[in-house]
């Protein structure tokens, strides 16, 4: 494949799936400048859904190289001639070569996409977190992060009216880990938009909590600090605007939940992680050859689970919506609850009708209010 990846590539198109199971059916390939860089977008289509990352020159030959074991077809679009590749269980190419059929495609509209925080953007807390370098290059192995901590911010940017100007704005996030998001949290609100916050961020690992204390230190980030505790145990503030919660395990999503929720808290973010309370109590008859098989009933025991808070945030007061945080091929857990204060309590009949369809009784979120 290496032959066919230089400066007259126009396309590749990989397509005729080996096996039904592989998820992503099609796969497109554009050489793209971004930053006057040469690099390779790559498109996969799975659920007629397309997801997109960009690749070098030897990360495009070795995907390609991989994708033969994959697909029998690759159509190849260059300058001079079309390509029809087509590839033996073994691994044998067959390659037929035709007439061009595509004019030479100009590379310049390939635009990098708008993110809260460029690339070539010197920022504080990425170069300090070693996501950037110096100059504000993204490393190549953080690029992922890059993008993540971009998407959180483009939500967040979704839901920064609901927080008042002209006070102290507080903000709790519970579980922050080594709080990537946390910092990119308080640039964005103070360093962009110009907020005066309290920004806590809490986790269970000392070490943790400690090199994002000597970070914020070094930073000068004068609003944001970090405790070492437990979410159920937290006190000590009568009233926060916004609480996140990011990938906590388990029922600390719901505690999370429920202490917005005491708070009035203006939004809440939460991207729960795993869940394991309702593994073991959901049931229902119609659906039981689902909930035989632990994988799928894990998946669905999920889905029923963030299904639940978010009806039973709606009937508190709450507008509630789920959306994809980060690409599913990053991590399975990518469904992200956002909730904000609307102060119209729905009935709580679609919840309780909800709870009944699964049999569901003696729930964390309602034992604990």
């Not at 039904?20 to 497109?28: A, G, T």
């Not at 190419?93 to 061009?100: L, V």
């Not at 394991?276 to 909930?291: Q, T, Y």
């Amino acid at each position: 494949m290496e032959k066919f990846i230089n400066e007259k590539l126009i396309e590749i198109v990989i397509s005729n799936r080996r096996k039904k199971s592989l998820e992503v059916e099609k796969v497109k390939v554009v050489p793209v400048i971004i930053k006057e860089e040469l690099l390779y977008q790559v498109e996969y289509i799975r659920d007629n859904k397309a997801y997109h990352e960009n690749l070098d020159k030897d990360d495009i030959i070795t995907r390609l190289n991989e994708y033969k074991n994959d697909y029998k077809q690759f159509n190849i679009y260059s300058e001079d001639s079309d390509y029809q590749v087509l590839v033996s269980k073994k691994g044998d190419m067959n390659i037929k070569k035709g007439k061009a059929s595509r004019d030479k495609r100009s590379l310049s509209h390939n635009k990098e996409k708008a993110y809260v925080i460029s690339e070539g953007e010197k920022c504080d807390f990425l170069i300090e977190l070693g996501v950037m370098d110096k100059e504000g290059k993204v490393y190549k192995k953080k690029y992922d992060k890059f993008r993540q901590i971009n998407k959180y911010l483009e939500i967040v940017k979704t839901v920064v009216d609901k927080l008042e100007k002209g006070r102290t704005i507080n903000i709790i996030d519970f579980g922050c880990g080594k709080s990537y998001l946390t910092f990119g949290l308080y640039y964005y609100l103070v360093k962009i938009l110009g907020y005066d916050v309290n920004i806590m961020g809490l986790d269970l690992k000392k070490d943790v909590i400690n090199l994002c204390n000597d970070v914020t230190k070094k930073l000068k980030y004068e609003g944001l600090r970090f405790i070492n505790g437990d979410i159920n145990e937290f006190e000590g503030i009568d009233k926060v605007d916004m609480v996140v919660t990011l990938h906590a395990c388990n029922n600390a999503t719901d505690a999370a939940i429920l202490k917005a929720i005491r708070w009035d808290a203006e939004v809440i973010l939460t991207v729960p992680c795993c869940q394991h309370e309702f593994l073991g109590k959901i049931e229902n008859e119609a659906l039981a050859p689902m909930l035989k098989h632990g994988i799928v009933k894990e998946k669905l025991s999920s889905l029923v689970t963030d299904t639940l808070r978010s009806l039973y945030l709606e009937k508190e007061g709450y507008k509630v919506d789920m959306m994809e945080f980060i690409d599913i091929t990053h991590t399975p857990k990518n469904i992200l609850i956002r909730a904000t204060k609307n102060n119209k309590k729905v009935s709580s009949k679609e919840y309780e009708a909800f709870k009944a369809t699964w049999n569901l009784k003696d729930i964390f979120i309602e034992k604990n209010i």
